[in-house]
């Protein structure tokens, strides 16, 4: 995890080897703590699918352990093509 700005991260992930031998990365998971009350921006980095439901509506969930519940969470989701290519001919995309 990367703190880009007080309320701002890159998280990023690392990918799995499908069975065709393909990299994939489409599921996350991650954990935060002792952070204030306020809005938060966690750029989730190192997708591989071109497209995604994020951007038809979908929303992230925030499992609350003091609540005990699992809420949809997020404002203004979205998912893109990465600015920087990590490995030759492979394009990322970033879910923030």
Known sequence: ?????????DLEMT??????????????????????PGKYCFNILGFVKPASLYNS???????????????????????FKHRVVKKKNLDTFVLS
Do not use: D, H, M
């Open 57 to 79: 509506g979908l929303r992230p969930y925030l499992y609350s352990k003091k609540a005990k519940i699992w809420s949809v969470v997020g404002n203004e989701v979205c998912y």
């Open 1 to 9: 995890c990367i703190q880009i700005y007080s309320n701002e991260y």
């Open 15 to 36: 990918s799995e080897t499908t069975w065709k031998g393909k990299a994939a990365c489409q599921w996350y998971y991650f954990s935060v703590a002792s952070l204030k």
